[in-house]
């Protein structure tokens, strides 16, 4: 996914998580909002990696634990 779709998609999920939090503020106890709040949350970080993993690693479609410990090791081995 590209850098810029990835950054309006992570938009309107943090919108749509604020307005999740507004909502639960007028009743904490909703389970279904409480739900609705996990997932957007769960949302929220997926695109916040993936983002990350574009930004800093465009070139490989590893996951992000694996391109951080690459770029860790060619750092140390002055690669980098």
């Not at 996914?1 to 999740?20: P, S």
């Not at 904490?28 to 909002?33: K, R, V």
């Not at 709040?37 to 479609?61: V, Y």
Request: with cysteine; hydrophobic share 30%; charged share 30%.
């Amino acid at each position: 996914m590209e850098l810029q779709c990835l950054q309006e998609a992570l938009k309107v999920e943090i919108q749509c998580h604020q307005k999740l939090v507004a909502q639960m503020k007028q009743d904490p106890q909703d389970g279904e909002l409480k739900k609705q709040l996990h997932e957007r949350h769960d949302r929220i970080t997926a695109l916040s990696e993936k983002q990350l993993r574009e930004a800093c690693f465009p070139e490989c479609n590893v996951p992000l634990k694996m391109s951080l410990r690459r770029y860790t090791l060619r750092r140390s081995l002055g690669l980098e």
